[in-house]
């Protein structure tokens, strides 16, 4: 049995998130579904985490287990050939038998992109908040630094099936950066891990603090603002540990 690990790119917009939903387009359930066919068998594709609908990755990373022995860059061509342009397998690796993409991962960074201006291209819309109306930039960076460190992030999180477990709800953020270019606001975040909606909950707070609406005090804020859309949030890449006897990439 080998164990793959995929790297991979999506356009979330026309997918219901990552997670297998009956009935429902999702980037987990298009993987299951191609690499169950080539294996001859179901297989399960686990991922680093379960993007909501409508978000975007750059690099996600999921593994599989399969039988089959195709060569790594025939596995990648064969599983991009069967799946739409809006998802790319964008590298293949084999990893140990007992890897697994969510629970040893180490970090994960997420960006959310609002654009500033007027007037937004047509051509940026889909991945993008457009909000042209006055914020206090200054104070929302500044505001921004204040998620760093090891919170209860537990207001800054929506209902989710698991919350019955009584998980805990604490995260380490390493680093919470706004940056401002030209026309535009750029939140990078990088975390141990991150609740559902917890990024866009974050942006939502940020443009509150913006809008004078909520303080931008020196600690968490005991609630937050109103969920960003999904469509300017990119998981930009989740970290590992090395691996111990990591094998050729396709």
Same mark, same amino acid.
């Given at each position: 049995?080998?164990?793959?690990?995929?790297?991979?790119?999506?356009?979330?917009?026309?997918?219901?998130?990552?997670?297998?939903?009956?009935?429902?387009?999702?980037?987990?359930?298009?993987?299951?579904?191609?690499?169950?066919?080539?294996?001859?068998?179901?297989?399960?594709?686990?991922?680093?985490?379960?993007?909501?609908?409508?978000?975007?990755?750059?690099?996600?990373?999921?593994?599989? +287990?399969?039988?089959?022995? %195709?060569?790594?860059?025939? #596995?990648? @061509?064969?599983?991009? =050939? *069967?799946?739409?342009?809006?998802?790319?397998?964008?590298?293949?690796?084999?990893?140990?038998?007992?890897?697994?993409?969510?629970?040893?991962?180490?970090?994960?960074?997420?960006?959310?992109?609002?654009?500033?201006?007027?007037?937004?291209?047509?051509?940026?819309?889909?991945?993008?908040?457009?909000?042209?109306?006055?914020?206090?930039?200054?104070?929302?960076?500044?505001?921004?630094?204040?998620?760093?460190?090891?919170?209860?992030?537990?207001?800054?999180?929506?209902?989710?099936?698991?919350?019955?477990?009584?998980? +805990?709800?604490?995260?380490? %953020?390493?680093?919470?950066? #706004?940056? @401002?270019?030209?026309? =535009? *606001?750029?939140?990078?975040?990088?975390?141990?891990?991150?609740?559902?909606?917890?990024?866009?909950?974050?942006?939502?707070?940020?443009?509150?603090?913006?809008?004078?609406?909520?303080?931008?005090?020196?600690?968490?804020?005991?609630?937050?603002?109103?969920?960003?859309?999904?469509?300017?949030?990119?998981?930009?890449?989740?970290?590992?540990?090395?691996?111990?006897?990591?094998?050729?990439?396709?």
């Amino acid at each position: 049995m080998r164990r793959i690990r995929i790297h991979l790119a999506y356009d979330g917009g026309p997918f219901h998130g990552w997670q297998v939903q009956p009935g429902l387009p999702t980037i987990q359930g298009l993987l299951e579904e191609i690499v169950s066919a080539m294996e001859g068998k179901p297989v399960h594709v686990a991922g680093s985490g379960r993007t909501d609908a409508g978000v975007h990755a750059l690099a996600q990373v999921a593994a599989f +287990s399969i039988e089959n022995p %195709i060569p790594l860059p025939n #596995l990648r @061509r064969a599983v991009n =050939r *069967l799946l739409p342009p809006a998802i790319r397998v964008l590298s293949t690796q084999e990893v140990p038998a007992d890897f697994h993409p969510r629970f040893d991962a180490i970090s994960k960074t997420y960006e959310y992109r609002i654009v500033r201006t007027e007037v937004c291209s047509p051509f940026e819309w889909p991945y993008v908040y457009h909000h042209p109306y006055p914020l206090d930039e200054e104070r929302m960076a500044a505001f921004a630094r204040v998620f760093e460190g090891e919170h209860d992030f537990s207001a800054f999180a929506a209902s989710d099936v698991r919350d019955s477990e009584g998980k +805990s709800k604490v995260r380490t %953020i390493f680093s919470s950066l #706004l940056e @401002r270019p030209p026309g =535009r *606001l750029v939140y990078r975040v990088r975390g141990s891990g991150f609740l559902k909606h917890m990024v866009r909950n974050i942006v939502g707070t940020l443009i509150e603090c913006g809008r004078g609406n909520l303080p931008c005090v020196t600690a968490l804020p005991g609630r937050s603002g109103a969920t960003a859309p999904a469509k300017g949030l990119f998981l930009l890449g989740v970290e590992y540990p090395p691996l111990e006897h990591p094998d050729d990439r396709a």
